[in-house]
């Protein structure tokens, strides 16, 4: 991968955990893992919100860093993130929390230094909006929710 950007990384106290790194050359996200100093059951339904142990410093204003579930924890045990796409905007300096929700009928189990969620990094773009009184038509309209198909 060519487009790189330097993300300041703070650690925060006490927080022993390796610094968040790419799995394999094609990975797009980091793994985050939980920095906890005993596990952590989260019960079906529940809502937890699991500390990194980071802090971090986005190079501009025109990046954004997103935090994701990771499919394996979704799909082996129904673990997805409360928010649905967790926001770190490039202005916030405080820890980063993944905020975890159970939806699963078992409870799961977080222990510390698990992997629990992924962080990419993307541009920003903020829009100009303007006002129109008819936008420009295409073949599929106004059609959605499965309109396309399945």
């Given at each position: 991968?060519?487009?790189?950007?330097?993300?300041?990384?703070?650690?925060?106290?006490?927080?022993?955990?390796?610094?968040?790194?790419?799995?394999?050359?094609?990975?797009?996200?980091v793994?985050?893992?939980?920095?906890?100093?005993?596990?952590?059951?989260?019960?079906?339904?529940?809502?937890?919100?699991?500390?990194?142990?980071?802090?971090?410093?986005?190079?501009?204003?025109?990046?954004?860093?997103?935090?994701?579930?990771?499919?394996?924890?979704?799909?082996?045990?129904g673990?997805?993130?409360?928010?649905?796409?967790?926001v770190?905007?490039?202005?916030?300096?405080?820890?980063?929390?993944?905020?975890?929700?159970?939806?699963?009928?078992?409870?799961?189990?977080?222990?510390?230094?698990?992997?629990?969620?992924?962080?990419?990094?993307?541009?920003?773009?903020?829009?100009?909006?303007?006002?129109?009184?008819?936008?420009?038509?295409?073949?599929?309209?106004?059609?959605?929710?499965?309109?396309?198909?399945?």
């Amino acid at each position: 991968m060519t487009d790189s950007i330097t993300v300041k990384v703070k650690r925060m106290a006490n927080n022993s955990l390796a610094l968040p790194t790419y799995a394999t050359a094609a990975s797009a996200g980091v793994d985050l893992s939980a920095d906890l100093r005993e596990p952590i059951t989260v019960s079906p339904g529940e809502n937890v919100k699991i500390p990194t142990g980071l802090a971090i410093e986005l190079p501009s204003q025109s990046v954004v860093a997103l935090v994701f579930a990771r499919s394996g924890l979704a799909s082996r045990h129904g673990i997805g993130l409360t928010n649905g796409v967790g926001v770190i905007d490039s202005d916030y300096r405080g820890e980063i929390q993944v905020l975890i929700q159970n939806l699963g009928t078992q409870p799961v189990t977080i222990k510390p230094g698990d992997r629990i969620a992924q962080m990419l990094f993307m541009p920003i773009f903020h829009a100009n909006f303007e006002d129109v009184a008819e936008l420009q038509e295409t073949p599929r309209g106004a059609g959605g929710f499965g309109s396309t198909g399945i």
